[in-house]
């Protein structure tokens, strides 16, 4: 999944594509880098980043979303977004995937909208409202984050079931960097395999996180793409499928090499190799 940031305060990324021209070239340059699905948001999480209003955030995304698709009509679109109107309005032009980082909980109307819809959702664990969510406020956790992790995500997959959705159209999220510190994150991305066993896609979202920063010492974000990769790859390994990323290039070839490497060490895969490149 590509990021398409339209905000001017994203944390690594505000501003490079806060207009709809420049989002509609960034995501077709992210889909010429191999993006299977642009995530189009048009509100920052960052601490301190400005709350939107929807008719602000629906300014932002809709001709966004719009374009892209006219330009590229196959594309798939999801919008990243915590509230209702603006997934309505989303999914009327063409989004295919709600992509909610408050896990449904902070529009009662989501549900709704994604079940009538029949779209898929990625579910994402967070805790608190959507200024509190990227901080630390939250983050107080027993000794087996992964369980409360688990625990909170099931809330998430109840609420969206309760409504309508099949499970079938879900996937799950932990989160990384929500409600969580670098130690809390590392913790999860260990026992990823748990959230995996659920059942249910798992998406990944590392790119340019502040864990990234605190294991390699790059404090610019934009700077954090061959660490995120490395993390992608272990995430990878143990059970996730989608990787909510900025740099699509570099992430699909990390991920290209880590999946042909899995898929040759298994008995029933097809061969992984592209035979037809031959200028190295
Ligand atoms: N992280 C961010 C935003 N949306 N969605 C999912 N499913 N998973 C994530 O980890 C996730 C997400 C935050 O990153 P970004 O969009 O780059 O920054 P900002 O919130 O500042 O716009």
Request: net charge negative.
């Amino acid at each position: 999944m590509g990021i398409v940031n339209v905000t001017p305060d994203s944390f690594s990324d505000g501003g490079i594509s806060f207009s709809p021209n420049r989002a509609i070239a960034r995501g077709l340059e992210l889909l010429q880098q191999g993006a299977d699905v642009l995530d189009v948001g048009g509100e920052s999480t960052r601490p301190g980043a400005t709350l939107v209003d929807a008719d602000e955030e629906l300014r932002r995304v809709i001709p966004a979303i719009e374009g892209l698709l006219a330009a590229a009509p196959g594309a798939v679109i999801s919008v990243d977004t915590v509230k209702s109107d603006v997934a309505t309005r989303a999914l009327e032009v063409g989004a295919l995937i709600v992509n909610d980082v408050s896990g449904m909980r902070l529009d009662g109307a989501m549900a709704g909208v994604c079940a009538r819809a029949r779209c898929g959702v990625v579910l994402m664990h967070s805790r608190g409202n959507v200024t509190e969510m990227a901080t630390y406020a939250r983050a107080a956790y027993g000794s087996d984050i992964v369980g409360e992790v688990i625990a909170e995500l099931a809330g998430s997959v109840e609420r969206a079931t309760a409504a309508g959705i099949e499970r079938a159209s879900i996937a799950l999220d932990p989160g990384f960097g929500f409600s969580k510190t670098s130690e809390h994150s590392l913790a999860v991305l260990g026992g990823l395999e748990r959230i995996c066993a659920l059942g249910f896609p798992v998406v990944v979202g590392l790119s340019r996180k502040r864990m990234i920063g605190e294991l390699t010492g790059v404090t610019r974000a934009a700077q954090r793409d061959a660490g995120s990769a490395g993390a992608a790859v272990v995430a990878l390994m143990r059970g996730a499928r989608l990787f909510r990323v900025h740099d699509v290039g570099m992430h699909r070839q990390a991920l290209d090499v880590a999946w042909g490497v899995i898929s040759d060490q298994r008995n029933d895969a097809a061969p992984f190799i592209r035979p037809t490149i031959t200028d190295d």
